[in-house]
């Protein structure tokens, strides 16, 4: 099979779309298949063609389901073979990733754990000549990386097999990361970035979460002045750009790197030596930034989707692809010191101790399909849940129209920085596209020896207590090099399923979004009255046979899609867009077949609330079995 560039580069937009519809609907994914491609594949363009304008990414995110993975294996390769061959995969040192349990919620069936696991960055891992192991391949020597395929031939990536000698400890569900760590007599900087693996131990974990939460305990009482303990989301490849010609490596190595500072500097970039210098860049949610003096959080928005390469003054502010300063809230910095930092008593928030921080992302229609318009800002501690504090002495802020309750929306975003690069590059709207396709989990712990994370903490830029030297990296190592933070209990879902609180003095724990979390989650609004998605129906009644006697919740949030014949009338519609989406994919996609497993069997129909095969899925193969 081959594909051209253009019409890979149409497969992978629908992808990228696609998978933003099937974060829409979980259940679609797993019960919902077209009709069997082997009765279809023959059907004209003609008829009601217009129909598949409306559905077309969600029923290609529903036929390639099964094949997903295949397409970066499949479709990349055929492209490039001809210009780079794969960096290889070492044999010496296996690749041992440490398991961190974290967990999805819903609020009618709670919290479920997931035994995903962590991998830190490709840059990390030893990168040595084939026949030299001795010889490292970064920085690049241009005796063995004159350009990408000799450089990939002559170079090898090999495992880590204690994530301990790294700095990266993990226990159940907390997870502990350290800036140095003892060698001999001496204290060595190892300042770990690890990103979140999904349980196949083979790709990265997607958070999808426009209207949905995030929550984690944080431990920052032994990071000081000039540290760094980052929790973030960066959208990248959930392969790591894997393919199996050229970066078979992929994100089990922790390849594909990205974020909105388009660095340069990086020796490999998705596996490949960057021989030209260019920037990997990607739309970039830091969610939580912070040493116990000062906490900021930061939308960074890029002009591309996805993973891409930036040159020359692309990489730069300004005129760049990517929104570098970001739009980022400080409470410090926004004139109220005392709600954040060391001692309890004199801040609200007491940084010496653990707490929980949750963010929220709202759309405008309450549903995940609308536009974001807000990030809000919640913290647990003592058994009190609270948001961010609206305290501000900024003027710009203080007048926006209709005041401002502590939360990011576009109107603070526009006071804090009028015609910056994150409006010009999107806004939250950008933001929340980007959430909406899936982003990848990422906790790291750092210091820098350029600027003593002053932006962050400094006394001189109004961002917190810390003096001009206190974090100094030379001075942090002799005073604290014990530093470091731990996060823990870390969960996403519906907004206010991800915690509960049981009363003062408790720890915020995975709830159901009852009680407190409720009230706090949606800052005392009426839940009945939100717009809600078929997707979240069928969530709610389960098709089991529980609908039948329906809780409270049910029945205020049951709207169905339509009434008596219109029911009806939309299932042939349905089936009949189904038949064009099948029939173009078996046109567009040459040497795509039926599984092994397939029978017209499991493709009857089955109709409760859906119609949906009797078999549940809809297996279809590319390239080799």
Not at 137 to 162: H, M, R, W, Y
Request: charged residues 15%.
């Amino acid at each position: 099979m081959f594909i051209f560039r253009a019409q890979r580069r149409e497969l992978e937009g629908r992808l990228k779309t696609s998978e933003r519809y099937l974060q829409y609907s979980p259940y679609l994914a797993d019960q919902y298949s077209p009709l069997h491609p082997s009765k279809v594949a023959d059907l004209p363009q003609s008829q009601s063609y217009h129909l598949l304008s409306l559905y077309q990414d969600l029923l290609f995110t529903l036929i390639v389901m099964e094949i997903h993975s295949h397409l970066a294996a499949v479709l990349l390769p055929v492209v490039f073979f001809i210009t780079v061959t794969a960096q290889t995969i070492g044999t010496t040192t296996p690749e041992v990733h440490p398991v961190l349990q974290t967990q999805t919620c819903t609020l009618v069936g709670g919290c479920k754990t997931k035994l995903t696991k962590l991998v830190t960055d490709s840059l990390a891992h030893p990168i040595h000549s084939v026949t030299d192991p001795s010889k490292s391949c970064q920085p690049l020597d241009p005796a063995l990386c004159p350009d990408q395929a000799t450089c990939a031939q002559n170079c090898v990536i090999e495992g880590i097999q204690s994530y301990d000698s790294i700095g990266v400890f993990t226990s159940g569900t907390s997870l502990t990361l350290r800036e140095y760590l003892l060698h001999g007599t001496q204290y060595k900087k190892v300042q770990p970035r690890a990103y979140l693996l999904a349980e196949d131990d083979l790709n990265y974990e997607p958070l999808r979460l426009l209207n949905a939460e995030l929550s984690f305990n944080v431990d920052v009482s032994a990071l000081g002045c000039g540290m760094n303990g980052a929790l973030y989301l960066s959208e990248m490849d959930m392969s790591g750009s894997r393919s199996s010609n050229l970066n078979p490596a992929g994100a089990q190595y922790g390849t594909g790197y990205c974020d909105a500072q388009c660095f340069k500097t990086p020796a490999f970039i998705n596996g490949l030596a960057n021989i030209n210098g260019s920037g990997s860049c990607c739309n970039e949610m830091d969610i939580w930034e912070a040493n116990s003096r000062s906490t900021v959080y930061t939308p960074h928005t890029c002009s591309g989707v996805g993973s891409f390469l930036c040159s020359g003054n692309e990489c730069d502010s300004g005129v760049g692809v990517c929104d570098k300063p970001g739009c980022s809230l400080n409470t410090f910095g926004l004139g109220a010191p005392g709600f954040y930092g060391r001692g309890r008593g004199e801040h609200r928030l007491d940084s010496t101790r653990p707490f929980t921080v949750v963010t929220q992302f709202w759309t405008a229609d309450n549903s995940n399909m609308g536009d974001l318009i807000k990030v809000r800002r919640l913290y647990v501690q003592d058994g009190s849940v609270f948001p961010s504090t609206a305290e501000t002495t900024n003027g710009a802020v203080k007048n926006i129209p209709g005041g401002w309750d502590g939360s990011m929306t576009e109107d603070y975003c526009a006071a804090r920085n009028p015609g910056s690069d994150f409006t010009r590059l999107g806004g939250l709207k950008g933001m929340g596209q980007s959430l909406a396709r899936g982003m990848v989990l990422i906790f790291s712990i750092w210091n820098s020896d350029g600027n003593f994370m002053s932006w962050l903490d400094g006394q001189a830029g109004g961002n917190g207590l810390c003096n001009a030297t206190e974090g100094d990296p030379a001075t942090i190592v002799k005073t604290h090099p014990d530093t470091s933070v731990t996060f823990s209990n870390i969960r996403w879902g519906e907004i206010g399923s991800t915690f509960k609180v049981d009363g003062p003095g408790s720890t915020p724990t995975p709830g159901t979004g009852t009680g407190v979390t409720a009230a706090a989650a949606t800052n005392g609004a009426d839940t009945s009255g939100r717009s809600v998605t078929i997707v979240a129906m069928v969530g709610l009644l389960k098709l089991d046979g529980s609908f039948l006697n329906p809780t409270g919740a049910q029945r205020r949030l049951a709207k169905p899609f339509g009434i008596g014949s219109r029911s009806c009338i939309g299932i042939p519609v349905a089936q009949m867009e189904l038949r064009f989406a099948v029939a173009l994919f078996l046109r567009e996609c040459r040497g795509a077949r039926l599984g092994k497993t397939m029978t017209d069997e499991m493709m009857e129909q089955r109709t409760k609330f859906f119609t949906y095969p009797k078999g549940g899925r809809c297996d279809i193969r590319l390239g080799e079995e």
